[in-house]
């Protein structure tokens, strides 16, 4: 007799799955298109059909359809699919929005629904016992929010980028009055509600003046929580008077 050489691995496991297989009664049979059923019972798949099931098994039954999501979407549902292609209307506003209080926030003022109010209070008293201090920096955001601070970043970053990585007006989660934004002392204060809160920043200063030093001399007062040179130390010679100028008249909108 000539050589005879060793199946590799695969062929020898094939060989073996196909004889385990092939046993009278049992397992499952894959035949090409056209070939009838064998006599030994199972369950017999074709090329191009589903499994069909044996005598008694039952009927399948067809998954039940999506039902299609409502346009606008209905306000006072905490879990309805804000995204992209689905918003809440310019007039949803919760009902039960209650202030968060200063110690658990940058400095502004943030609402939030109660129950996710003390739950959120409740996560942050735990951070704080494992030593992280962190701050709420935005909570909600009405749709007139939401406005401003989409064009914000159209201003920023363009019209195409900011649709891309910024939510429009009424496809915000913030609307909804349970989603907040953290934030910690490595991190600058949020400009969400810059216009109010920097008139309160430094006495005797105006809101617009407060923004305008911020920018072109960011460490001249530094946020209690938070620590200096986090912001760029030299937008006062990178940007224009004009750019500077455009810059505060918009920061001290955001109410």
């Not at 006599?39 to 998954?63: E, F, I, R, Y």
């Not at 209690?224 to 030299?234: H, S, T, Y």
Request: charged share 20%.
């Amino acid at each position: 007799m000539g050589d005879v050489r060793p199946l590799p691995f695969t062929v020898s496991a094939l060989v073996l799955l196909l004889a385990a297989c092939s046993r009278a009664g049992g397992g499952v049979e894959v035949e090409p298109v056209g070939t009838s059923s064998p006599a030994s019972g199972g369950t017999t798949l074709t090329a191009d059909a589903s499994p069909s099931p044996t005598a008694g098994s039952g009927t399948l039954v067809p998954p039940s359809p999506t039902p299609p999501v409502p346009d606008p979407l209905p306000c006072g549902d905490i879990l309805v699919p804000i995204d992209k292609e689905h918003a809440l209307e310019p007039d949803c506003e919760p009902g039960d929005l209650v202030p968060l209080p200063a110690e658990a926030t940058d400095g502004g003022s943030h609402l939030l629904r109660r129950e996710a109010a003390d739950a959120l209070l409740r996560m942050l008293d735990a951070a704080r016992a494992e030593g992280h201090d962190l701050y709420v920096v935005s909570a909600y955001r009405s749709y007139r929010q939401q406005e401003q601070t989409f064009q914000y970043w159209v201003s920023v970053l363009g019209e195409t980028e900011a649709r891309r990585t910024s939510a429009e007006p009424g496809h915000s989660e913030h609307q909804l009055g349970t989603t907040v934004d953290l934030s910690s002392a490595t991190v600058g204060p949020d400009l969400t509600h810059i216009g109010s809160v920097a008139a309160t920043r430094k006495p005797g200063m105006s809101a617009e003046e407060y923004i305008r030093e911020s920018i072109v001399n960011p460490n001249a007062f530094i946020v209690p929580g938070f620590q200096p040179d986090i912001m760029p130390q030299d937008f006062g010679t990178r940007l224009t008077q004009q750019q500077i100028n455009d810059l505060v008249t918009y920061l001290a909108s955001l109410r």
